[in-house]
């Protein structure tokens, strides 16, 4: 039987899907009321009434809740999920707004009616007088501050947060050369086809709840809500239905209507249901990607850094519910595969009345990525050396692994590479993409009157951030392996990967193995999907879990078989002597045989029973530290993240008059150590792509100075479809196992995004000589840099 | 515990406002509905007749998932109110698979050319694809990307979605010639 | 739950008195009544039924009057149940004459609400009581200026056939059927559209026994 780690084996899920049987969140709860909310129009505002009696007449209307109906907890803000000490003006929303409303878009008046359409009757007919307040968007407002999102926040400061190794402002004063650059990058989001949504189901003779919701962590949502509801963790399951694309804004919990469904559901005996509209994902989810930078680096005539600081301003938007994650990976993450002899890093997280900003496939990495690459081409341009030579003069070799960055990481642990080899990475993306012949190509294009550019973009990605993820793993008497692990999916075949894992762990057929994500009542202790853990979390713990269950079926069958452990194997599910197949009892006899029964209930289990003659008279029939059946569970818990890497390069055309950008080629190297199913990786790295490319050239998040979201729907959000994005995505791997963890693998979720924005920034200001320090570029955003530049220098 | 809300049914919900009988041939089967005028199609084919396979990632025609194919033409089902569908048939992507289960050649092919992540656009590409290729049997890649240019995914890059249009092509040219 | 408001009728402060201790214009005026029976002095059984939005039900309620000043302010104590729950009310009623033979009536009314309609949001019920109470004193005006009829008595036969009951009083009162031009019920007239609310405040000012308003008196 040949391995299953590696095999490009097709999904499990697909067919399923590919009929139309899925079950989204939507899908579900045909019968359930269904819940509409009031969302304020205003960026800002003081709510002065609410009258709801032009709603009563709407048929089917059930109730219509307002934050003077919420009791106890649910009167409070809802919970700051990661605080951090420098976090010290953390404000979340209520779940309905009280007396304030801070961002377009913020609920404030829940409605429950017999369907959908009737909820917004109902909504519309509700009438909110408002007394507006000065609204705060964009960061200079921000800062400025001559007005405030939060009264009690002074500056709209939300945290300021400095970390520091060596002395950069030393370093920088002594340093042969010194280069300042202001780098600003844009707001965009997730935008998964699939919006949120919330099922609740009360069962009140148990007095238990049952939810269902589009999330990315079932054990979040849980926590979260049980706390909200004052119900004990073990009377609430959620489960993870379906999920059309989370991409870091599923994250994020609880959701106000999270809390607010359930409760309504328990309140009114019947099930209730909610399901965003794009508009609401729009100004109602969360965005990510608004920054703006301020760099000072010194260097020597090598171009190595010798000092870097790097000052940056965050907008967050209305609310912090997610802390300063973005914005700490940033200024980790910044550094990628280099080592600045000295480095400070120092941040303003800022308020504004905007939609909440919280993590989006990179979580502050392509900020990060943009802002080092941008800086290390600035100084081959000034010194006039290669892009590619600079770079491989900062880079950490892989003879100085595991490397201390002397950071600490959005794990709250020491940023430690363990491994990595970003010499290898260059010199495989350099050869991939024909970097030394594109001098030769440009020339002649520029004959030609093209104007083309190369860019080259590098980042290192800290992978499977703990604490831990379990797994579970059972091997039933039919043979069949069930396995569970606790965090969840949205597209990414984790319902494969982690089977292939597990067959290789038992020696079972892969199409044996069915496995369960997301879901409290089959595995209840887990973090999360995000951050690229996947894999290396619940990989590592399914497959530690399955080696238990591995190691219980030899001890069961070498007694059944009458042979040492040692000498037995499990092959495609039969437990056999090494090298003597005629020797085998399949796995499911080894289970029925693991559970002493005094009932046979069927055939197979009779072998079990008392007179079977099966066991040892002188001993228990279950021994003192063991237990019936072959299962496992472990825990995976790392002592850090695993950093996994890689590098793009692209090459652009731009039109001299039109100024749109085409890219001729995209290249991607990789590095998340061994692959477990090279076409899943592979697809992640063409959907991160496809994000990159988008939110390099097309996505904007279009607030105007009143705070209204001018873009709020796919009209004017301009996601990606197959003509913007490169018609081939060219890809090689490279694989530095990971020390960390039991398989010795990376993540690599996000990696096809984050250098996205500083590739495409560093192909087009080679093509045009123009520096380009500002992303997105559309086209009127190069002509208008064109005609900056002409001006600037004519 | 008793259901202590009375709520009216759909049906007398409905005697509140005005219901219209929509006869509908959906996926071969003769299907009606009682529905409000301003009931959408995509609406009417998920909840009224439980068909959710069609998803709705917009509702306002630009991101492809609701597409259903009309009378053989692919339509986004959220730009349609289920009354102007009366007497018309549908085909959704419940209906592209055979009668005995057989995938259809472009079901068929995502699964092999791994065309689909989370799945939500993947009904809408399906359907779109499925006309295309009634038009187009032989694409090239230009041809390809073309067909699936109105659809967006959020998850795949289109790469893998490209190369299942060019392997759905093979597949449905291969049954044809009795190959496959 | 407290609400409160004031409502102009178009009858002197005595002719308005009189209107609200008569049950025969009670049970044509509280909004979703069907029936009205006596069981005291200044004591009514009534049943309604009503919604709080499609929440639809019909409830039992004890009424009874105290407090009384006549003609400007008597305290109205109403309890009522059915199935989607239940309501327990205070209310203050005060009449002040306001001039060209009109009355300023004010209420002030603190209800309890329990069971699953409780579960509906404040401002809904609130906002249905408000309402309900704003159709019950349109109604009430209605009445006295003769633009709609009273209730009818329900007599009920006593032992001893032949003999015509002496200044018999009415069991109980029934509300008027309407019109039936669009062939609906009275009740059904109410409740589509669905905006009639749970008989809190409107469980009204049932005083003392009257015989019915002649709709021609004013």
Not at chain 2, 156 to 177: M, P
């Amino acid at each position: 039987m040949s391995s299953m780690f590696g095999a490009r084996v097709q999904r499990v899920e697909d067919d399923r899907l590919i009929r139309g049987h899925g079950a989204y969140l939507d899908d579900l709860g045909e019968d359930a009321l269904v819940a509409a909310f009031v969302r304020s129009p205003h960026a800002h505002a003081r709510i002065l009434d609410i009258d709801v009696s032009g709603a009563l007449d709407v048929p089917g209307l059930v109730a219509i809740y307002t934050y003077d109906d919420l009791p106890d907890k649910l009167a409070e803000p809802l919970p700051l999920l990661i605080p951090h000490p420098t976090l010290t003006h953390g404000r979340t929303p209520f779940p309905l707004a009280r007396d304030e409303v801070n961002h377009v878009g913020e609920a404030i008046v829940m409605v429950v009616a017999a369907d959908r359409y009737l909820a917004e009757d109902a909504a519309d007919r509700i009438v909110v007088s408002y007394e507006p307040l000065p609204a705060v968007v964009g960061l200079d407002a921000a800062r400025a501050a001559d007005h405030l999102v939060h009264a009690d926040v002074p500056g709209n400061l939300a945290a300021r947060s400095t970390q520091e190794r060596g002395d950069a402002a030393a370093a920088i004063a002594s340093a042969p050369h010194v280069l300042e650059l202001d780098l600003e990058i844009e707001r965009s989001a997730s935008t998964p086809l699939e919006g949120r949504g919330v099922l609740a189901r009360w069962d009140d003779q148990a007095q238990r709840l049952r939810m269902w919701t589009s999330t990315q962590t079932s054990t979040g949502v849980r926590a979260a809500v049980a706390a909200k509801l004052d119900l004990a963790l073990t009377d609430v399951d959620v489960i993870t239905p379906d999920v059309g694309g989370g991409f870091g804004v599923k994250i994020v919990h609880p959701w106000p209507e999270e809390v607010l469904v359930p409760w309504a559901a328990r309140l009114l005996q019947r099930p209730v249901k909610f399901t965003e509209d794009r508009r609401e994902h729009f100004v109602a989810s969360a965005h990510e990607r608004a920054q703006l930078h301020h760099v000072t680096v010194g260097y020597d005539d090598d171009g190595r850094m010798v000092g870097l600081d790097v000052r940056f301003w965050h907008d967050n938007g209305a609310y912090v519910p997610y802390g300063l994650i973005v914005p700490i990976v940033t200024s980790t993450q910044l550094l990628g595969p280099y080592k600045p002899d000295a480095y400070r890093v120092e941040f303003d997280s800022l308020y504004t009345n905007t939609v909440l900003v919280t993590p989006y496939r990179g979580a502050g990495r392509p900020h990060g990525c943009f802002v080092m690459e941008r800086t290390i081409d600035a100084i081959a341009t000034a010194l006039g050396l290669s892009r590619t030579v600079v770079r491989e003069r900062n880079f950490i070799q892989p003879d100085e692994m595991p490397y201390d960055q002397g950071l600490i990481f959005q794990d709250g642990r020491p940023l430690i590479y363990d491994s990595g080899d970003y010499p290898a990475l260059l010199a495989k993306l350099k050869d991939l993409v024909g970097w030394d012949d594109f001098a030769a190509f440009q020339e002649n294009a520029r004959q030609e009157g093209r104007t083309v550019g190369i860019g080259l973009a590098c980042y290192v990605e800290g992978t499977g951030v703990g604490p831990y993820e379990g797994g579970h793993v059972i091997v039933e008497t039919s043979g069949k392996v069930k396995v569970a692990t606790g965090l969840t999916t949205q597209g990414q075949g984790h319902q494969t990967m982690l089977a292939q894992v597990v067959a290789d762990e038992l020696g079972v057929p892969f199409e044996d193995v069915e496995v369960v994500t997301g879901d409290t009542r089959r595995f209840g202790y887990a973090v999360g999907t995000f951050a690229s853990r996947t894999a290396v979390m619940s990989g590592s713990a399914v497959a530690l879990a399955a080696r238990k269950a591995r190691a219980k079926a030899l001890r069961v069958a070498a007694d059944a078989l009458e042979a040492s452990a040692d000498d037995l194997e499990i092959t495609n599910g039969i437990v056999q002597v090494k090298g003597d197949p005629d020797s085998g009892i399949g796995l499911g006899t080894v289970a029925v045989l693991s559970n002493p029964l005094r009932y046979a209930f069927d055939d197979a289990a009779k072998a079990a029973t008392q007179f079977a003659g099966s066991s040892d008279d002188s001993k228990p029939p279950v021994a003192e530290d063991d237990e019936p059946g072959i299962e496992g569970r472990a825990y995976f818990s790392p002592v850090r993240s695993t950093f996994a890497s890689g590098m793009h390069a692209a090459i652009v055309e731009t039109d001299p008059e039109t100024a749109e950008v085409t890219i001729l080629r995209y290249c991607v190297v990789h590095d998340c150590g061994p692959l477990i199913n090279p076409r899943i990786v592979e697809g992640q790295i063409h959907g991160g792509v496809a994000q990159g490319v988008g939110g390099a050239l097309y996505e904007r998040m279009a607030y105007d100075d009143s705070g209204q979201l001018a873009n709020a729907s796919f009209m004017d959000f301009l996601m990606p479809y197959v003509s913007e994005v490169p018609a081939r995505i060219e890809i090689d791997h490279l694989e530095t196992p990971s020390p960390l963890n039991p398989l010795g693998i990376k993540g690599a979720g996000e990696a096809g995004v984050i250098p996205g924005a500083a590739v495409l920034a560093a192909a087009i200001e080679d093509a045009e000589g123009i520096p380009v320090r500002s992303m997105p570029m559309s086209p009127s955003d190069l002509f208008e840099l064109r005609r900056a530049y002409s001006q600037e220098n004519s | 515990m008793t259901d202590a809300t009375e709520l009216h049914d759909a049906t007398e919900l409905h005697g509140a406002t005005e219901v219209h009988d929509v006869r509908l041939t959906v996926n071969g089967a003769a299907r009606t509905a009682a529905v409000p005028a301003r009931r959408l199609l995509s609406d009417c084919i998920r909840h009224d007749l439980g068909l959710t396979g069609t998803h709705v990632g917009c509702e306002h025609g630009v991101c492809g998932a609701c597409t259903i194919l009309l009378d053989g033409v692919p339509v986004r089902s959220c730009l349609m109110l289920a009354v102007s569908a009366d007497g018309q048939q549908i085909t959704t992507v419940e209906g592209l698979a055979d009668p005995d289960g057989t995938l259809s050649p472009v079901q068929q092919a995502f699964t092999e050319c791994h065309g689909l992540q989370c799945g939500f656009c993947t009904p809408g590409f399906l359907t779109t694809i499925t006309a295309g290729l009634r038009t187009t049997p032989d694409p090239d890649e230009a041809q390809a990307r073309e067909i699936v240019g109105g659809n967006l995914c959020r998850c795949t890059g289109y790469q893998n979605i490209v190369a299942s249009v060019l392997r759905a092509a093979e597949i449905l040219n291969d049954r044809k010639a009795g190959r496959a | 739950m407290k609400i409160s408001g004031v409502a102009t009728l178009n009858a002197p402060p005595a002719k308005v008195w009189a209107a609200l201790n008569d049950p025969a214009v009670l049970v044509a005026t509280i909004p979703g009544s069907e029936r009205l029976e006596p069981t005291g002095p200044d004591s009514y059984r009534i049943t309604v039924t009503a919604g709080v939005a499609s929440i639809q039900g019909t409830y039992t309620g004890e009424v009874s009057l105290s407090d009384k000043h006549e003609p400007s302010s008597f305290v109205l104590t109403a309890r009522g149940a059915g199935s989607p729950g239940t309501v327990s009310t205070t209310v203050q009623v005060t009449l002040v004459d306001a001039a060209d033979g009109r009355t300023e009536l004010s209420y002030d009314a603190d209800a309890v609400i329990g069971g699953m309609i409780a579960g509906v949001g404040q401002r809904m019920l609130s906002s249905v009581a408000k309402k309900m109470a704003g159709q019950f004193f349109a109604a009430v005006d209605d009445v006295l200026t003769g633009a709609a009829i009273a209730g009818q008595p329900q007599e009920v036969a006593l032992p001893g056939a032949g003999q015509p009951a002496a200044a018999a009083q009415p069991a109980s009162y029934i509300a008027p059927r309407p019109a039936a031009a669009d062939g609906q019920t009275f009740t059904r007239g109410v409740l589509v559209g669905a905006g009639v609310a749970l008989a809190g405040v409107a469980v009204g000012a049932l005083i003392g026994r009257r015989s019915r308003l002649c709709p021609n008196q004013s």
